[in-house]
């Protein structure tokens, strides 16, 4: 049985620091792509980061220089560090793993506000 479990969320002010994590079971995680997506009120879920089983990272436009993205294979748990936050950053997080099928984890919320 696959679980994605995300932690890390919470509210914080402008200019605020979070880091989520996610820990995967069930998985051979050092073998799948992991990916951080958001989905804030009334939008589409977009793409925020993600890393290849190879360590190679992509990141949205708008998270760039802010955001970093990570895994340790030896605890099967991915991160996404997220500095300088906005308001806009405010959404439901998700993470989700790829290899031969894809799994998503529950969400965790951010909120950034003052």
């Known amino acids: 049985q696959v679980q994605l479990v995300e932690s890390g969320g919470g509210s914080v002010p402008p200019g605020g620091s979070l880091r989520l994590s996610c820990i995967a079971s069930g998985i051979n995680f050092s073998i799948h792509s992991l990916a951080w997506y958001r989905q804030a009120p009334g939008k589409q879920r977009e793409h925020v980061a993600g890393?290849?089983?190879?360590?190679?990272?992509n990141y949205a436009d708008s998270v760039t220089g802010r955001f970093t993205i990570a895994r340790d294979n030896v605890k099967n748990t991915g991160y996404l560090q997220m500095n300088s936050l906005k308001p806009e950053d405010t959404a439901v997080y998700y993470c989700?793993?790829?290899?031969?099928?894809?799994?998503w984890g529950q969400g965790t919320q951010v909120t950034v506000s003052s």
């Open positions: 989700k793993v790829v290899y031969s099928m894809s799994y």
């Open positions: 890393i290849t089983a190879s360590g190679a990272t």
